[in-house]
């Protein structure tokens, strides 16, 4: 257990935590919009899931990680479509739609994975992953520079969102409007603004920002697609946004507080310690029960996600 202490091992397990959080901030922050607009989009595993394999898909075959990366984000966006028709033009109940959009992306994708041959297990397929990008100046900072600034592109991108998304929604006109759609929807008919739109734009985010979540979990950090590659990540998204407040800097930091419990199991796995390694990959969905009991008596949800909005006749 003493090994767990080196200081080249605790500085591996926090550049692998602020990596591994990156696309759950991603998911996550879209997850965010989307509620502040009134949509719960409880599809985001079956985005993720289907961003996952276009990403690895279309990096195989033009073996560009930013093409896949890019491709898995619009895959996601394609799949929100479904979901925007569904909840926002048709009212349907948006938890039943999500349940139903991930069996649909979860069988799409395991059919497509036999189609094109992947499940043969004859040859081995593997793709170029992002390259690490070293910031001058910043990563030769003692400690913080290996942890925070040897990441690649998608990282960084990571963390500027959360700047931007914060921005957009307490510094800006349309933040204002979204965050209204989420707390009295009619508020914003009233004043003539199209209510539709609004969460159109919204969940069309959500599931951008969830399809590049997913292909940073093949062509951003692994050789390979299996499937069930998500894991359950979309569903800890849904929580990490309850855990941090519906607020873009708390997420941030519940997201990492997760990354940072899957980076230790991960690191205690590769050194060899004798420990039921189960324990640790179920300790961060305990912590997440945890998060969401704790965070009932201050929730800042937004009071009309979840319900769709019809407009009164007079």
């Known amino acids: 257990m003493i090994e767990l202490l080196s200081e080249g091992i605790i500085i591996s397990i926090l550049a692998a935590t602020i990596r591994i959080a990156s696309p759950l901030i991603l998911?996550?922050?879209?997850?965010?919009?989307?509620?502040?607009?009134?949509?719960?989009?409880?599809?985001?595993?079956?985005?993720?899931?289907?961003?996952?394999?276009?990403?690895?898909?279309?990096?195989?075959?033009?073996?560009?990680?930013?093409?896949?990366?890019?491709?898995?984000?619009?895959?996601?966006?394609?799949?929100?479509?479904?979901?925007?028709?569904?909840?926002?033009?048709?009212?349907?109940?948006?938890?039943?739609?999500?349940?139903?959009?991930?069996?649909?992306?979860a069988g799409l994708v395991v059919f497509w994975y036999r189609l094109f041959g992947l499940s043969s297990g004859k040859d081995v397929i593997s793709i170029k992953i992002l390259q690490t990008i070293k910031i001058p100046f910043l990563s030769e900072i003692p400690y913080?520079?290996?942890?925070?600034?040897?990441?690649?592109?998608?990282?960084?991108?990571?963390?500027?969102?959360?700047?931007?998304?914060?921005?957009?929604?307490?510094?800006?006109?349309?933040?204002?409007?979204?965050?209204?759609?989420?707390?009295?929807?009619?508020?914003?008919?009233?004043?003539?603004?199209?209510?539709?739109?609004?969460?159109?734009?919204?969940?069309?985010?959500?599931?951008?920002?969830?399809?590049?979540?997913?292909?940073?979990?093949?062509?951003?950090?692994?050789?390979?697609?299996?499937?069930?590659m998500t894991a359950g990540r979309g569903w800890l998204v849904i929580v990490i946004v309850i855990a941090g407040n519906w607020n873009p800097k708390l997420i941030m930091m519940a997201a990492m507080l997760f990354a940072l419990l899957d980076a230790f199991q991960l690191h205690v796995q590769a050194i060899g310690i004798n420990f039921p390694y189960q324990i640790l990959l179920a300790l961060p969905y305990v912590v997440a029960i945890l998060a969401v009991m704790f965070s009932r008596s201050k929730s800042n949800a937004p009071a009309h996600a979840g319900i769709p909005y019809i407009r009164e006749c007079s």
């Open 27 to 105: 998911a996550a922050l879209g997850e965010l919009i989307c509620e502040r607009g009134g949509v719960v989009n409880l599809s985001i595993e079956g985005m993720m899931y289907m961003g996952a394999f276009v990403g690895f898909f279309i990096t195989w075959k033009t073996e560009s990680p930013i093409t896949g990366i890019l491709a898995g984000a619009v895959s996601g966006m394609l799949v929100s479509l479904i979901m925007a028709f569904m909840v926002v033009t048709l009212k349907l109940k948006q938890f039943v739609t999500g349940l139903a959009i991930n069996l649909l992306s």
């Open 144 to 228: 913080l520079g290996k942890i925070a600034f040897e990441q690649n592109i998608v990282t960084y991108f990571t963390y500027l969102m959360v700047l931007v998304v914060w921005y957009f929604l307490y510094r800006t006109k349309f933040g204002l409007e979204l965050r209204c759609l989420g707390e009295n929807p009619a508020s914003i008919d009233m004043k003539g603004l199209r209510v539709e739109i609004r969460q159109y734009c919204a969940v069309l985010f959500g599931g951008l920002m969830a399809g590049m979540a997913g292909a940073f979990l093949s062509a951003g950090s692994s050789f390979r697609f299996v499937p069930g």
